[in-house]
């Protein structure tokens, strides 16, 4: 009978032994802010979350759905997201406190890796006869909604050729309300920055013969040397349908960011797990084939990750 008793001790002692093993690597809950349902870092934010979940241990990862880009730099301030995707321009803003962040600066945010361009567009009409940037003096433009990185980027890039809001009627519309306006005849111009091909665009180039309008290497290089954010980029002729043109611009990336909270080690890991999973984001959204680890600091505009700058520069 003892030595019976004696057999259950250990075995019970082995149990609370094992049990207590599995229970001292401590769960890491990471929620990722993406943006809207309908965009397109959502379903980006969700393979994310899955590659986590699958291939690094202890973690436990979701994505939510916000406002994207501004709120997710704010939801990261006040600690209520571990990750998010946001554009790199406004980044760059949040850090310097500039634009939508003038006199409200957060300081602590890291780059985990830059993930895929949104390409600053300027779309026409070929009715229109508009050939240039520098021929929207006078014109009716949709420079995106008040206060939004689109509104910055326009102003940016038509500054660079000499043109102001002053000298343009801007009218400040989102890509929807933009497209639509160019559709019905109500403005010249519209603009957007998004991945190409962009929906909205699409939905023009099907009714209309359009022209987008190119920002040439030299304007581009004045930019970049000005905001640091900007990368060159070309729209690849036949990227919409009857505009069979390469057209070369400059794009702003979205990337993945986190604050100075997370460690470099789960950087590190985090960022090793994305990259040796990219059929995974392949399969998310048409943009996942951007994503890749040659262009993963492309467009930095922020202090690194530790660990993720340590796994990139291997």
């Known amino acids: 009978m003892k030595r019976f008793l004696l057999g259950v001790t250990l075995v019970l002692s082995l149990t609370a032994l094992l049990i207590g093993c599995g229970s001292s690597a401590k769960k890491e809950y990471l929620s990722i802010a993406t943006g809207g349902t309908a965009g397109t870092y959502y379903p980006i ?21 916000t406002g994207a880009t501004v709120a997710n730099i704010n939801m990261l301030k006040e600690e209520s997201v571990d990750l998010a995707i946001v554009q790199n321009d406004i980044v760059f803003y949040a850090l310097n406190g500039t634009e939508m962040f003038k006199d409200k600066k957060v300081a602590n945010l890291q780059g985990l890796m830059s993930l895929y361009p949104e390409t600053c567009q300027f779309v026409t009409l070929e009715s229109s006869g508009i050939k240039s940037i520098a021929d929207l003096k006078g014109k009716r433009v949709a420079v995106g909604a008040a206060g939004s990185g689109v509104e910055a980027n326009v102003r940016q890039i038509l500054a660079a050729y000499g043109v102001s809001f002053d000298d343009i009627e801007a009218q400040y519309l989102s890509f929807a309300e933009g497209a639509n306006a160019l559709k019905d005849g109500n403005v010249d111009v519209a603009c957007l920055t998004a991945g190409y091909p962009t929906a909205s665009v699409q939905d023009i180039s099907s009714q209309h013969k359009i022209r987008l309008l190119p920002v040439s290497k030299e304007k581009a290089d004045e930019l970049i040397a000005k905001y640091p954010f900007y ?67 492309k467009g930095m505009s922020l202090p690194m990750n530790k660990g993720a700058e340590d796994y990139l520069k291997k």
């Open 45 to 65: 934010g969700g393979a994310i979350a899955e590659i986590l979940n699958k291939n690094v241990p202890n973690v436990n990862a979701s994505a939510e759905s």
């Open 231 to 297: 990368t060159k980029t070309i729209i690849p002729a036949g990227a919409y349908a009857g505009f069979d043109e390469n057209v070369e611009t400059v794009s702003v990336m979205a990337m993945l960011v986190a604050t100075d909270k997370l460690s470099a080690d789960l950087g590190g890991k985090i960022t090793e797990a994305v990259f040796k999973n990219l059929d995974r984001m392949q399969a998310a959204h048409s943009v996942g084939k951007y994503i890749t680890k040659e262009n993963a600091l």
